[in-house]
């Protein structure tokens, strides 16, 4: 597209910007859902990668007696690090209004556990999101 400017013709950028992370609208309409279950043991930990930057989060622990640890990294189930929280037995946690793109989750026992997550996601792209343990967010990883 062409526009006239200054006695010029200048060439105008059809490439419309993203919403990115900082887009305040995006967490202020409803999230579009987003469910996954598993199970997990504290070997087998699971990782949840949403598509998009959550609204928010819940955890559902369907165990009757054992705790799951949920993190936003790999390191935050490391004890050396603990960034983690837990959700007791028979217990629904949320909804947490946190943006994050992933969670990983594990069981504080060897037998298998079931867990869902049910999420509110916006319309950002889960690449925009930059939550590592190494950029600089302390108590995430």
């Not at 105008?12 to 598993?38: E, L, R």
């Not at 699971?46 to 990294?73: D, G, I, K, Y």
Request: aromatic share 10%.
């Amino acid at each position: 597209m062409l526009r006239y400017c200054s006695g010029e013709y200048q060439i105008m950028s059809m490439d419309h910007p993203n919403s990115g992370v900082h887009f305040v609208p995006a967490y202020q309409i409803s999230g579009i859902p987003y469910v996954t279950s598993s199970d997990c043991t504290n070997t087998a930990v699971r990782s949840v990668q949403f598509p998009m930057v959550t609204r928010h989060f819940t955890v559902s622990n369907r165990e009757s007696s054992t705790p799951l640890q949920v993190a936003f990294t790999l390191n935050g189930l490391k004890t050396e690090f603990g960034n983690m929280f837990y959700v007791p037995g028979n217990t629904v946690l949320g909804p947490l209004e946190i943006r994050t793109n992933s969670l990983f989750i594990a069981s504080t026992s060897t037998a298998k556990h079931n867990f869902s997550v049910i999420a509110g996601l916006t319309s950002i792209d889960s690449g925009e999101w930059p939550v590592t343990g190494s950029n600089g967010f302390p108590g995430v990883g």
